[in-house]
C-alpha cells in the first residue's frame, strides 16, 4: 500500500474545489442594506470596496443579471486602487479559478503569468488567498519558474492565518523536503491543522503518516481514523487504503465485506489499486462471492491504468489467472464490457 498514493487529477480538483471557492466567497462584502441604485453611485465616485462589491454582484447575478463584463470592469477599477479582495479575484478569474465562471463567459484565455501579477498584490497586503494561490502558481512553475522556496514561504504566510489548503501544500513541502528541510513532524503538524478544519487531503495524508509511522508513532487505528473521515466524502484513494485495512485487519477488525465494499467505490471513481484490489476480493470471493468473470473484468481494467513496474505483472498475473478459468466467449464478452467501461470513464488529463 502506497499510504499517500492519490491521483494528482483528484488532488487537484478537491485543492481547487476548496481553495477556489474560499477565494471568492471570503471575498463577498456585500451590503445588503444598501439599494443597489446606492451601490452604483458610491462606485462611480471612487469607493473601491464598493467598485468590488458591485463586480461581486454583476458576477454572481444573484441581485441582478450576471454580467461579467461589467463585473471585470469594477473589479479592475477597485483592484487599480489597491483593493485586495478584487486583486484576487482578477487573478483567480486568469487562473480559471473563478468559481462564477465569468472566465469562460467572456472567453479569457488562461494565464498564470498574469494571474501572479494580480495574486502577487494582494498576497503582499496579506491577503490569505492570494497568498495561497501565488504559493501554487510557484509549487506548479505555472506562470512562474518552479521555485519550492518561495512556494514555502506563500503557503506558510497563508497557512499561519488559517489556510487549511495552504497548510495542506506546507505539509507536504515538509513531507517531500521540497523548498524546506525534509521533516515529518513538521509535515505532521500542519497537515493535522488541515485535518482538524475537515480539510481532505489534510485528512488523507495524515492517515498516511500514521500508517507509516513518519513524524508520528506508528498507529494503524489512527489512520484509520482519517482515512475514514476523506473516505465518506468520496476520496477513493482514501477509500481503497481503508479498505485494505480490512482487508488485513490492520487498525480495524478484519471485515472482508467492508473491505470490498470501499474498494467497490473507489475502483468505480478509477482508482487502479482498487480496481486491483476489488478483482483480487473476487478471484478469492473475500467479501464477495467468488466470481472468475468479475475478477477478469476488474484486473484488466487495473491492468490497463497507472501501475508501478512490479506491481503491473502481479496485476497481469493475476488477471491472465482469472482469465485461465473463463471460456473464449467469456473473455470475449468481458473485454467488450471493459472497453465500454473506459467509453464512459475516460481518463482525465
Known sequence: MNARSMSLWAALALLLGSAGASAQLKSA??????????????????DASVQFDLGLQYAMGFIVPKNCALAMTWYRKAADQGNAAAQTEL?????????????????????????AVWFRKAAEQGREDAQCFLGELYNDGDGLPRDYVQAALWFRKAAEQGSASAQWRLGWLYESGQGIPKDYTQAAVWY?????????????YLGGLYHDGEGVPQDDAQAAFWWRKAAQVGLAAAQ???????????????????????????????????????G???????????????AYFWLDIAATGKIEGSEQKDVEHD??????????????????????????????P
Open 91 to 115: 487573478g483567480a478569474t486568469y487562473a480559471w479559478k473563478d468559481i462564477w465562471s465569468c472566465n469562460s463567459a467572456l472567453g479569457i484565455p488562461r494565464d498564470n503569468g498574469e494571474a
Open 192 to 204: 493535522r491543522k488541515a485535518a482538524e478544519q475537515g480539510f481532505t487531503e489534510g485528512q488523507f
Open 240 to 278: 481503497n487504503n481503508l479498505g485494505e485495512l480490512y482487508d488485513y485487519g490492520h487498525g480495524v477488525p478484519q471485515d472482508y465485506t467492508q473491505a470490498a465494499t470501499l474498494y467497490r467505490k473507489a475502483a468505480e471513481q478509477s482508482d487502479t489499486a482498487a480496481q486491483y484490489n476489488l
Open 319 to 348: 488477471r491472465d489467472l482469472a482469465a485461465s478459468h473463463l471460456s473464449q466467449a467469456n473473455l470475449t464478452q468481458l473485454q467488450k464490457r471493459a472497453r465500454k467501461w473506459f467509453e464512459d470513464h475516460p481518463v482525465r
Open 29 to 46: 462584502s456585500v451590503r445588503p442594506s444598501e439599494s443597489f441604485e446606492t451601490l452604483q453611485k458610491l462606485a462611480a465616485s471612487g
Open 280 to 294: 483480487r476480493a473476487y478471484f478469492t470471493g473475500h467479501g464477495v462471492p467468488k466470481d472468475y468473470g468479475q
